[in-house]
């Protein structure tokens, strides 16, 4: 499994430099994995991979709420996260997120780009993003 290699605590902190945090060979063998962007040529993948962002988020932060507005999809580089759905009897889990997984596209693709579930940081996670 590809995990960061700092600890846990430096991305609690936010003391990971996140310029350098995923380094750009990382970022492709990523891309190159996910079934969206598996089918994309290397120029592509290259391109996509630098102007990716970096966020870090401590466990039990909530990255992407469900019902608010999202410009932009995220890729786990490292840590876990679980997506749930509103319901009447509580928040339902629909899955586990790791390392290469993707979350967020939903809402670039609907009309009123509209988060479609919650998605919280189980660990310490350490996610690309393209807007």
């Given amino acids: 499994m590809n995990e960061y290699q700092g600890s846990s605590s430096e991305l609690d902190r936010g003391m990971v430099d996140t310029e350098f945090a995923v380094p750009p060979t990382e970022r492709i063998r990523l891309l190159r994995e996910a ?4 089918e994309l040529p290397i120029q592509a993948l290259e391109g996509l991979a630098s102007v990716m962002g970096e966020e870090h988020y ?3 932060k909530a990255i992407v ?3 608010e507005a999202g410009d932009c999809l995220y890729m786990i580089a ?5 997506v749930t759905t509103a319901a009447a009897s509580g928040p339902v889990v629909l899955a586990t997120l790791a390392p290469g997984e993707i979350f967020g596209e939903m809402a670039l693709l609907m009309p009123v780009h509209e988060r479609q579930a919650t ?4 660990t310490p996670i350490l ?3 393209l807007s």
């Fill in 78 to 82: 490292a840590g876990r996260a679980e």
């Fill in 119 to 122: 998605v919280t940081a189980v």
């Fill in 35 to 38: 079934a969206v962007f598996a």
């Fill in 58 to 60: 401590p466990a039990g």
């Fill in 65 to 67: 709420t469900e019902g």
């Fill in 127 to 129: 996610t690309l993003i």
